[in-house]
C-alpha cells in the first residue's frame, strides 16, 4: 500500500514535472505557456486599461535613471498596436474594468525570479482567457516586456492570443548589444530604430562607445599616427574641451544625445556610454600630444601629470548628460604599465562615483593579482566586461574574487565588412548549439567558453550581469553605411536575445518564427520597406503618353497603382518631358527604399551647370550625382564609379540594389559595381562593395546643378 502510494507520488511527480517542461510556446524569446484551448482576438479588445493605482509607478530598480511611468509604456503599447492596425483606445480604470480589455497593472515583486534566484523588476505574468488579457508586471518595465509577448503571440497567432497563463522572468538582467559608434558616426534616428528593434525580443542595454581611433600600426609614422582617424562623437561648447571635437555634424549635442537616450528608454532599453580610455585613445593625444605615450600615441601616458585631470574633465562634462547608473570607461586593451592603469581606473571610479554617483564598467584588459607586492588591484565594484580569454579569465580571475561581469566573449564578436580576424556578423548558429563538453547545454550568458565547461560559472551565478554582443568598425567609417550595422545583426538580435533572457528556440523555430514576425516590428524602418500593391513600386511616365496638364497641373501621375503620385515645379517639354532646371525639381512621397531594388531614371543631361556638384537624385539616406562620374553620397562619404553619363543623349540610368551590393548601368550595358577601397589596420588594402539605399525623394532641386530633361522614373522592389 505504502509502495503504490509512494509510486502515485512518483509518477505525479514526474508527471508533473513533465508538464512544466513542456509550458513553453514558441516567441523570441520563447515563453513559458502553456496554451488551454481558446483565443481571445485583439479585435475583441475594447480599450487597454491602466490601472491608475499604479498609472504613475516606474521601475527604480533598473539601469535607467529615466524610466517610463506605467501609462507611458501603455501609450508607446498602444501606438505600437495602432502602427499594427489594431487601434485600441487607452485608459486609466480599476480592475473591475478588465473585462473586454488589455489590462496593466502591476504585482507583487517577490514573485519574479532571475537565474540566480534574485527578485527581477523585470518579469510579468500575462493572463489570457475569455474575459480578456491581464498583464501584471514585477514593474511598468516588466508589464512592457509583456506587452512585446502580446504583439508577438497575436502576429504568430493570426490576431488572437491562446488562453493560459504566462509567468515570464528573464535570467538575466542585463541583456543587450554593443555599436562602436567611435570609428564611425551613426545618427540619432538610425540608434533609435536599433532600440525598438532590440526592444521588440526584449533586449535592455545599448552599449554606444562613443570615442575610438583606427588602428595605430606600429610602422606609422608619428605624423601618420596623429593624423590617423580619431573620433570623439559628443558634442560640447564647454571651453575646457576646446579642440577635441571638430566634427559637430557628426557629434552628438546635448539635446540629441538626450532624445536618444528617453526614446530608447521609453522601449525599455538603457543607453550604456563609453569614452575610451587610456587605451584607443588618440583623439585625446590628437587634441593634447603631451599626453600620449611616445611608442604608441594611442595610449595615454597616465604618469604624465595632466593625463588623469583631463580625462575626468572629460568626464565632468558628460557626467550630467548621461542617464544610466552605469557608464563605461573603456579600458580596453592598455599594453604600458599595469599599476598606472589600475592607479587610472580606481581614479575614475572615483571620479564618477563622487561627482555623478554612478558606477563603471571597464573591458577585461588586466587580471588582479594578490600575490605580486605593491599590486594595486582594481576596486570589486568595477564591473568587467570580459571579451577574449586571452585577456582573461572571468571565472577565475575576476567571478571567484568577487568581480561582476558582463559576458562580451569573441564567441559572438563582429567586425564589419571585412572577415579577419572576426566574421563581419555575429555567429547566429553559435546561440543554437548544445555544446557536448557542457553537457549538451545550450548557450547562455553564464558560458563564456563553450569548449571547456570548466571556465563557466553555474547557471545561477550572481555575478554574471548578463550579455552584450559587440560590433566593430575596425575599418572606419568609409566601410559602410549606417543600415549595414543593422543588416550584420538582423538575425544576431533576435537569436541572442532569445539566450540572453533565457528562452531555448532552437535554429529550425528561429528562422520561421522570425520571418513571421518581422514585418510587425514597431517604431522602426530600418529595412526601409515601402508598402507597395506589387512589385512596381513607382511608375511615372512623362512622354507617353504626354501627361500634359492633368489637374492639378504639377502632379505626375503614379501608374503603379500605389497612387505614389509626384508633384514638380519643373515645366513639360513640348514632348511631354520635364524640363528640369536648377531652379526645379521633381517630388515623390517617397524617401528611400532599402534592399532589393532597381531605380530607373530615363533622362537626358543637357548640361553640368555645375561641374563639381550636381546632385540626381536624392532621399533620406543616399544621394545619387553626377559629379566626379556617377557618384553615391551616403553615411558622409562618396562613392565613385569610373563612368559618367553621356551628355544630350537619352538614356535609360538604371541603379540596382542587390543584397550588400549596388551597381548601375546604361541602357542596359554592363553593370559597374560601387566599391569601397578598405585599409586593412595599415598592412594592406582590399576592395568592397557598398549597399546603399536607393534615394527616391527628389529629382533635380534648387542648386542641383544640372539641366536636361526627365522622361521617366520606376522603383521595382527587387533585381
Ligand atoms: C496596416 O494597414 C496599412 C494600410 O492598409 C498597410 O499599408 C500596412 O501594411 C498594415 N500594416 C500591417 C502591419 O498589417
Ligand atoms: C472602477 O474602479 C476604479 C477605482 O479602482 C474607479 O475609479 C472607477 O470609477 C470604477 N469604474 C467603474 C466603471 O465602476
Ligand atoms: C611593420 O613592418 C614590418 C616590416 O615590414 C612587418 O614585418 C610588420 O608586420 C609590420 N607591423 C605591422 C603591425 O603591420
Ligand atoms: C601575480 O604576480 C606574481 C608575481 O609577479 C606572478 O608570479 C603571478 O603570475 C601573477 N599572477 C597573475 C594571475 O597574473
Ligand atoms: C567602490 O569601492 C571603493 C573601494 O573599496 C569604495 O571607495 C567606493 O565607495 C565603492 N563605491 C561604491 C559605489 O560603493
Ligand atoms: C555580402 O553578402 C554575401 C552574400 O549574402 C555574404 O556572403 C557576405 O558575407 C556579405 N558581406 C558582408 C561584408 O556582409
Ligand atoms: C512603367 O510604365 C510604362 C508605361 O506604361 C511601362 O512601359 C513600364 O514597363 C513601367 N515600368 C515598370 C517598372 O513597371
Ligand atoms: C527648357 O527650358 C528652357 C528655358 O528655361 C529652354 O531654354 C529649353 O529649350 C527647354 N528645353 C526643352 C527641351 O524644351
Ligand atoms: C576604377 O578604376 C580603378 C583604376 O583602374 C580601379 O582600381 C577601380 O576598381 C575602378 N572602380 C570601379 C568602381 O570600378
Ligand atoms: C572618374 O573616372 C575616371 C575614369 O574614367 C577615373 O580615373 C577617376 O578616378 C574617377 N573619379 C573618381 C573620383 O573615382
Ligand atoms: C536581395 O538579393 C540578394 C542577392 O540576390 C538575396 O540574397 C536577398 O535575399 C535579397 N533580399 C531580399 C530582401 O529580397
Ligand atoms: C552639393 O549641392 C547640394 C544641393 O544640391 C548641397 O546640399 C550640398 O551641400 C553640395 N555639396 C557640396 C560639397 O558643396
Given at each position: 500500500?505504502?509502495?503504490?502510494?509512494?509510486?502515485?507520488?512518483?509518477?505525479l511527480?514526474?508527471?508533473?514535472?513533465?508538464?512544466?517542461?513542456?509550458?513553453?510556446s514558441?516567441?523570441?524569446?520563447?515563453?513559458?505557456?502553456?496554451?488551454?484551448?481558446?483565443?481571445?482576438?485583439?479585435?475583441?479588445?475594447?480599450?487597454?486599461?491602466?490601472?491608475?493605482?499604479?498609472?504613475?509607478?516606474?521601475?527604480?530598480?533598473?539601469?535607467?535613471?529615466?524610466?517610463?511611468?506605467?501609462?507611458?509604456?501603455?501609450?508607446?503599447?498602444?501606438?505600437?498596436?495602432?502602427?499594427?492596425?489594431?487601434s485600441?483606445?487607452?485608459?486609466?480604470?480599476?480592475?473591475?474594468?478588465?473585462?473586454?480589455?488589455?489590462?496593466?497593472?502591476?504585482?507583487?515583486?517577490?514573485?519574479?525570479?532571475?537565474?540566480?534566484?534574485?527578485?527581477?523588476?523585470?518579469?510579468?505574468t500575462l493572463?489570457?482567457?475569455?474575459?480578456?488579457?491581464?498583464?501584471?508586471?514585477?514593474?511598468?518595465?516588466?508589464?512592457?516586456?509583456?506587452?512585446?509577448?502580446?504583439?508577438?503571440?497575436a502576429v504568430?497567432?493570426?490576431?488572437?492570443?491562446p488562453?493560459?497563463t504566462?509567468?515570464?522572468?528573464?535570467?538575466?538582467?542585463?541583456?543587450?548589444?554593443?555599436?562602436?559608434?567611435?570609428?564611425?558616426?551613426?545618427?540619432?534616428?538610425?540608434?533609435?530604430?536599433?532600440?525598438?528593434?532590440?526592444?521588440?525580443?526584449?533586449?535592455?542595454?545599448?552599449?554606444?562607445?562613443?570615442?575610438?581611433?583606427?588602428?595605430?600600426?606600429?610602422?606609422?609614422?608619428?605624423?601618420?599616427?596623429l593624423?590617423?582617424?580619431?573620433?570623439f562623437?559628443?558634442?560640447?561648447?564647454?571651453?575646457?574641451?576646446?579642440?577635441?571635437?571638430?566634427?559637430?555634424?557628426?557629434?552628438?549635442t546635448?539635446?540629441?544625445f538626450?532624445?536618444?537616450?528617453?526614446?530608447?528608454?521609453?522601449?525599455?532599453?538603457?543607453?550604456?556610454?563609453?569614452?575610451?580610455?587610456?587605451g584607443?585613445?588618440?583623439?585625446?593625444?590628437?587634441w593634447?600630444?603631451?599626453?600620449?605615450l611616445?611608442?604608441?600615441?594611442s595610449?595615454?601616458?597616465?604618469?604624465?601629470?595632466?593625463?588623469?585631470?583631463?580625462?575626468?574633465?572629460?568626464?565632468?562634462t558628460?557626467?550630467?548628460?548621461?542617464?544610466?547608473?552605469?557608464?563605461?570607461?573603456?579600458?580596453?586593451e592598455?599594453?604600458?604599465?599595469?599599476?598606472?592603469?589600475?592607479?587610472?581606473?580606481?581614479?575614475?571610479?572615483?571620479?564618477v562615483?563622487?561627482?555623478?554617483?554612478?558606477?563603471?564598467r571597464?573591458?577585461?584588459?588586466?587580471?588582479?593579482?594578490y600575490?605580486?607586492?605593491g599590486?594595486?588591484?582594481?576596486?570589486k565594484?568595477?564591473?568587467?566586461?570580459?571579451?577574449?580569454?586571452?585577456?582573461?579569465n572571468?571565472?577565475?580571475?575576476?567571478?571567484?574574487?568577487?568581480?561582476?561581469?558582463?559576458?562580451?566573449?569573441?564567441?559572438?564578436?563582429?567586425?564589419q565588412?571585412w572577415?579577419?580576424?572576426?566574421p563581419t556578423?555575429?555567429?547566429?548558429?553559435?546561440?543554437?548549439?548544445?555544446?557536448?563538453?557542457?553537457?549538451?547545454?545550450l548557450?547562455?550568458?553564464?558560458?563564456?567558453?563553450?569548449?571547456?565547461?570548466?571556465?563557466?560559472?553555474?547557471?545561477?551565478?550572481?555575478?554574471?550581469?548578463?550579455?552584450?554582443?559587440?560590433l566593430?568598425?575596425?575599418?572606419?567609417?568609409?566601410?559602410?553605411?549606417?543600415?549595414?550595422?543593422?543588416?550584420?545583426?538582423?538575425?544576431?538580435?533576435?537569436?541572442?536575445?532569445?539566450?540572453?533572457?533565457?528562452?531555448?528556440?532552437?535554429?529550425?523555430?528561429?528562422?520561421?518564427?522570425l520571418?513571421?514576425?518581422?514585418?510587425?516590428?514597431p517604431?522602426?524602418?530600418?529595412?526601409?520597406?515601402?508598402?507597395?500593391?506589387?512589385?512596381?513600386?513607382?511608375?511615372?511616365?512623362?512622354?507617353?503618353?504626354?501627361?500634359k496638364?492633368?489637374?492639378?497641373?504639377?502632379?505626375?501621375?503614379?501608374?503603379?497603382?500605389?497612387?505614389?503620385?509626384?508633384?514638380?515645379?519643373?515645366?513639360?517639354?513640348?514632348?511631354?518631358?520635364?524640363?528640369?532646371?536648377s531652379?526645379?525639381?521633381?517630388?515623390t512621397?517617397?524617401?528611400?527604399?532599402?534592399?532589393?531594388?532597381?531605380?530607373?531614371?530615363?533622362?537626358?543631361?543637357?548640361?553640368?551647370t555645375?561641374?563639381?556638384?550636381?546632385?540626381?537624385?536624392?532621399?533620406?539616406?543616399?544621394?545619387?550625382?553626377?559629379?566626379?562620374?556617377?557618384?553615391?553620397?551616403?553615411?558622409?562619404?562618396?562613392?565613385?564609379?569610373?563612368s559618367?553619363?553621356?551628355?544630350?543623349?537619352?538614356i535609360?540610368?538604371?541603379?540596382?540594389?542587390?543584397g550588400?551590393?549596388?551597381?548601375?548601368r546604361?541602357?542596359g550595358?554592363?553593370?559597374?559595381?560601387?566599391?569601397?577601397?578598405?585599409?586593412?589596420?595599415?598592412?594592406?588594402?582590399a576592395?568592397?562593395?557598398?549597399?546603399?539605399?536607393?534615394?527616391?525623394?527628389?529629382?533635380?532641386?534648387?542648386?542641383?546643378?544640372?539641366?536636361?530633361e526627365?522622361?521617366?522614373?520606376?522603383?521595382?522592389?527587387g533585381?
Amino acid at each position: 500500500m505504502t509502495v503504490r502510494l509512494k509510486n502515485f507520488w512518483l509518477w505525479l511527480g514526474i508527471f508533473v514535472a513533465a508538464t512544466v517542461v513542456r509550458a513553453r510556446s514558441v516567441g523570441i524569446p520563447t515563453i513559458p505557456l502553456v496554451p488551454a484551448a481558446g483565443r481571445f482576438s485583439l479585435s475583441n479588445v475594447e480599450a487597454i486599461v491602466v490601472d491608475g493605482r499604479y498609472a504613475d509607478s516606474v521601475n527604480d530598480k533598473g539601469e535607467t535613471l529615466i524610466p517610463p511611468t506605467l501609462e507611458e509604456f501603455a501609450k508607446t503599447f498602444s501606438s505600437d498596436l495602432e502602427e499594427l492596425n489594431w487601434s485600441i483606445p487607452i485608459k486609466q480604470g480599476g480592475v473591475n474594468e478588465s473585462t473586454s480589455t488589455i489590462f496593466l497593472t502591476l504585482g507583487d515583486p517577490a514573485d519574479y525570479h532571475d537565474a540566480a534566484g534574485r527578485e527581477s523588476s523585470e518579469g510579468y505574468t500575462l493572463s489570457t482567457s475569455s474575459s480578456g488579457i491581464t498583464v501584471t508586471g514585477a514593474s511598468p518595465l516588466g508589464v512592457w516586456w509583456g506587452t512585446r509577448t502580446i504583439i508577438q503571440q497575436a502576429v504568430l497567432n493570426n490576431g488572437s492570443l491562446p488562453f493560459g497563463t504566462v509567468n515570464d522572468t528573464p535570467g538575466w538582467g542585463l541583456r543587450g548589444m554593443m555599436l562602436d559608434a567611435g570609428r564611425h558616426y551613426y545618427p540619432p534616428d538610425f540608434l533609435i530604430e536599433m532600440c525598438a528593434y532590440m526592444s521588440f525580443f526584449k533586449q535592455n542595454t545599448f552599449h554606444l562607445h562613443l570615442s575610438d581611433n583606427l588602428y595605430n600600426n606600429e610602422n606609422y609614422t608619428r605624423e601618420q599616427s596623429l593624423a590617423l582617424y580619431a573620433r570623439f562623437r559628443l558634442w560640447s561648447d564647454a571651453k575646457e574641451l576646446e579642440g577635441l571635437n571638430q566634427y559637430k555634424n557628426e557629434s552628438y549635442t546635448e539635446d540629441q544625445f538626450h532624445d536618444i537616450q528617453t526614446s530608447c528608454a521609453a522601449r525599455g532599453v538603457t543607453i550604456i556610454p563609453e569614452i575610451e580610455a587610456p587605451g584607443h585613445a588618440l583623439v585625446f593625444v590628437q587634441w593634447k600630444p603631451e599626453l600620449g605615450l611616445a611608442d604608441d600615441l594611442s595610449l595615454l601616458n597616465i604618469s604624465h601629470p595632466d593625463t588623469i585631470p583631463t580625462i575626468k574633465g572629460v568626464w565632468s562634462t558628460f557626467l550630467p548628460w548621461f542617464k544610466s547608473k552605469t557608464v563605461h570607461i573603456g579600458a580596453d586593451e592598455y599594453t604600458a604599465e599595469v599599476n598606472d592603469y589600475n592607479v587610472f581606473v580606481n581614479a575614475m571610479a572615483d571620479h564618477v562615483r563622487t561627482t555623478a554617483d554612478k558606477s563603471i564598467r571597464i573591458w577585461g584588459t588586466f587580471p588582479p593579482n594578490y600575490t605580486e607586492p605593491g599590486y594595486v588591484n582594481i576596486y570589486k565594484n568595477v564591473t568587467i566586461q570580459h571579451w577574449a580569454f586571452f585577456e582573461d579569465n572571468p571565472l577565475y580571475d575576476y567571478i571567484l574574487n568577487d568581480y561582476s561581469v558582463v559576458n562580451s566573449d569573441d564567441t559572438f564578436y563582429a567586425v564589419q565588412k571585412w572577415p579577419v580576424p572576426y566574421p563581419t556578423s555575429p555567429n547566429v548558429s553559435a546561440t543554437f548549439l548544445g555544446n557536448p563538453e557542457n553537457g549538451g547545454s545550450l548557450w547562455y550568458p553564464n558560458i563564456f567558453d563553450r569548449f571547456n565547461a570548466s571556465n563557466n560559472p553555474a547557471r545561477d551565478e550572481p555575478r554574471v550581469l548578463g550579455h552584450t554582443a559587440p560590433l566593430w568598425n575596425d575599418h572606419g567609417p568609409t566601410a559602410t553605411v549606417y543600415s549595414e550595422a543593422y543588416y550584420a545583426w538582423r538575425e544576431a538580435i533576435p537569436a541572442l536575445a532569445d539566450k540572453q533572457w533565457g528562452g531555448d528556440i532552437t535554429s529550425a523555430e528561429f528562422y520561421t518564427t522570425l520571418s513571421s514576425l518581422h514585418a510587425s516590428i514597431p517604431g522602426q524602418n530600418l529595412e526601409r520597406k515601402i508598402p507597395s500593391k506589387s512589385p512596381t513600386i513607382l511608375n511615372y511616365t512623362l512622354s507617353t503618353p504626354p501627361t500634359k496638364h492633368t489637374s492639378p497641373s504639377n502632379v505626375v501621375p503614379d501608374t503603379s497603382g500605389n497612387a505614389y503620385d509626384g508633384t514638380t515645379d519643373c515645366p513639360l517639354t513640348p514632348s511631354g518631358s520635364l524640363n528640369i532646371t536648377s531652379t526645379c525639381s521633381l517630388d515623390t512621397p517617397l524617401s528611400s527604399k532599402g534592399r532589393n531594388y532597381t531605380l530607373t531614371l530615363s533622362l537626358l543631361i543637357s548640361a553640368l551647370t555645375n561641374p563639381e556638384n550636381a546632385t540626381l537624385i536624392s532621399g533620406r539616406d543616399s544621394t545619387l550625382l553626377l559629379t566626379p562620374n556617377i557618384t553615391f553620397f551616403a553615411s558622409g562619404y562618396y562613392y565613385s564609379l569610373n563612368s559618367t553619363l553621356p551628355l544630350d543623349t537619352k538614356i535609360d540610368l538604371e541603379v540596382v540594389g542587390r543584397g550588400n551590393r549596388t551597381f548601375a548601368r546604361v541602357d542596359g550595358g554592363t553593370e559597374e559595381e560601387f566599391t569601397v577601397r578598405l585599409g586593412i589596420y595599415g598592412r594592406e588594402v582590399a576592395w568592397a562593395g557598398m549597399p546603399f539605399e536607393a534615394p527616391v525623394r527628389r529629382v533635380g532641386g534648387r542648386d542641383a546643378g544640372w539641366e536636361g530633361e526627365v522622361f521617366g522614373v520606376a522603383l521595382v522592389d527587387g533585381s
